[in-house]
């Protein structure tokens, strides 16, 4: 009788943890790096965290649109280059304006989640593997095309000559607060609509829990993981135009090391509020989370190739939290 009732007592806490540690570690990271610095709770900073995380959340949210259907989409930082040389490239190589060079890095991105779609329903080869794969042909594709190289404004091409085009100031408003800022809330407020208050949403957390049953059910699961893979895509793209805005060039893999900080957001994400599924206000606290730990170490004068260190640790233990929940 007594082993039954520690037995409940101990998963009580458990739970306890898994529903609000997240927020916990947030309110204790702030207490203890606005204790141990001079300028963390001044807003400059608090600013400088929000930016610093926009386009992280971005290409989360759109990886957790994946993982809302069972999948799992690796691909997503190669995405963000490719988008991020495309939009580039298309001012700087073609003098275009802003609509169409947006436009076009977008259908890129459109092609390629839905080559994922088509190559993981297809193939029935597990998401994570296949998205793998993708990944470096999306990469090489990226470094094909910019021959490697960084395309900036009046760059020199090939032919010898400077490089037409030029990037519209208007354009890199984009990547700049508060602009970058507002576009982040705004996908994250779009996407938790979208997953948790429609028809569409509730569908896809079907299929990502049970696709079987979801498909006797008479949804049409094929059609929402091509849905899911292409909004993937849209958000990885939408993240790289942004990083370009940011920097006003395309550097060679610019959207890879944006990569781990996605996954490790989503994954904190399933257990924020005992969600226990992917959601994007779970990640976007997730978010927060990594970027409080970047700022913090950094004021504290940690070396930046020791920060990986407390990251891969932090995605450790987002994904053992949630991989022990669903097991129990």
């Known amino acids: 009788m007594s082993t039954v009732g520690v037995k409940k007592k101990s998963f009580q806490w458990f739970d306890f943890l898994y529903k609000y540690g997240t927020l916990i570690t947030i309110a204790v990271l702030i207490i203890f ?31 957790t649109v ?18 991020n040389a495309v939009v580039i490239s298309m001012f700087v190589w073609h003098s275009q304006n802003i609509g169409v060079s947006i436009i076009v890095a ?33 990469q090489g594709i990226a470094l094909t095309y910019t021959r490697g190289a960084t395309i900036s404004k009046n760059m020199i091409m090939p032919s010898g000559d400077y490089a037409p085009g030029s990037i519209p100031k208007v354009f890199g408003q984009l990547g700049k607060v508060p602009w970058i800022i507002i576009i982040m809330f705004v996908v994250v407020i779009l996407v938790h609509i979208f997953l948790t208050y429609t028809k569409h949403g509730r569908y896809m957390y079907m299929i990502g829990g ?46 890879a090391p944006y990569l781990m900080d996605a996954v490790a957001a989503a994954f904190i994400g399933y257990s924020v509020l005992g969600s226990g599924k992917p959601n994007a206000f779970g990640t976007f606290i997730g978010a927060v989370l990594i970027g409080i730990l970047s700022s913090g170490l950094i004021m504290l004068s940690v070396p930046y190739y020791a920060m990986d260190i407390v990251k891969g640790s932090v995605l450790a233990l987002a994904l053992g939290i949630t991989y022990y929940k669903r097991k129990h």
């Open 106 to 138: 977008l259908v890129v991105c459109i092609i390629i989640g839905l080559l994922n779609a088509f190559l993981v329903t297809s193939f029935k080869i597990q998401d994570m593997l296949m998205t793998l794969a993708t990944m470096f042909v999306i």
């Open 210 to 255: 049970n696709p079987e049953a979801a498909k006797l059910s008479g949804i049409p699961v094929r059609k929402y993981r091509y849905l899911a893979y292409g909004l993937a895509a849209i958000f990885a793209g939408i993240g790289g135009i942004i990083l370009g805005a940011r920097v006003m060039t395309a550097e060679v893999n610019a959207g």
């Open 66 to 83: 994946s993982l809302s259907v069972g999948g799992f989409d690796l691909s997503v930082g190669s995405t963000a280059s490719l988008a």
């Open 33 to 63: 790096f606005g204790l141990a610095t001079d300028n963390f709770f001044t807003s400059t900073n608090i600013t400088n965290i929000l930016r610093s995380i926009s386009i992280v959340t971005i290409i989360a949210v759109g990886l």
